[in-house]
């Protein structure tokens, strides 16, 4: 089962035992049972009302881990030449070994990355950046923007980007919202792709200009 470390990621995001059961592919008792050891090592808050909150020591472990698990995610893409996809997996088991020495010497290795290869801050108290991003779902047919950020890093979100090119630092433009929640139809480098809803709000963009829509012709 995933150690204390893999519940600090996740909990960053999910509060409920519910949703860390869904994500982390658990039993609800197995997740009760490890937020009861948390808690009584002082890293969580938790109670069915209010969910899981971590605490103050426990963001501090947590903002460690996370920082180290990009690294690893830096050193597996950037030096080993990893894909992109299979470099979360691998680096969830890596960031368990990096100690802080380990991490010095990982920092000038791969020369002070900002960002994991998916655009994940690699500081996670680094503000700088993001203020201006928006989820590819908050921009209109025409609109163009710059992809930052991939939230979802599941090796099937990654191995589709990486199939259509999207990366960070890519530029994309939202060609057609289907209705009722349907998928986007956006353009990567003069090729128009689907997205799903899910996957959309998962793309975390910089705005740029809305140029409307362009004739279907200019597109052949």
Not at 7 to 30: D, K, N, R
Not at 39 to 49: D, N
Not at 185 to 213: C, H, I, Y
């Amino acid at each position: 089962p995933p150690i204390g470390g893999q519940f600090y990621s996740t909990i960053y995001t999910l509060v409920t035992s519910t949703e860390l059961a869904h994500e982390l592919a658990l039993a609800p008792p197995s997740v009760l049972g490890m937020l009861k050891r948390l808690e009584e090592q002082g890293l969580v808050s938790y109670t069915k009302q209010t969910g899981v909150v971590l605490t103050g020591h426990g963001r501090l472990c947590a903002d460690r881990l996370r920082r180290r698990h990009r690294l690893a995610e830096r050193l597996l893409t950037d030096l080993l030449g990893m894909p992109w996809e299979r470099a979360h997996d691998i680096a969830c088991r890596f960031e368990h070994v990096i100690d802080d020495e380990v991490e010095k010497y990982l920092l000038t290795a791969l020369n002070h990355p900002d960002t994991c290869p998916h655009g994940n801050p690699i500081n996670s108290t680094d503000n700088k950046a993001g203020k201006s991003w928006q989820p590819l779902t908050a921009l209109s047919p025409g609109q163009i923007g710059r992809l930052s950020r991939i939230i979802d890093e599941s090796g099937d979100t990654l191995n589709y980007l990486r199939q259509i090119k999207l990366l960070p630092g890519v530029e994309i433009r939202v060609h057609e919202i289907a209705p009722s929640g349907g998928p986007l139809t956006v353009e990567v480098e003069g090729e128009r792709f689907a997205l799903s809803r899910a996957m959309a709000d998962q793309l975390l963009v910089e705005p740029g200009e809305n140029t409307g829509k362009r004739p279907e012709s200019s597109h052949l």
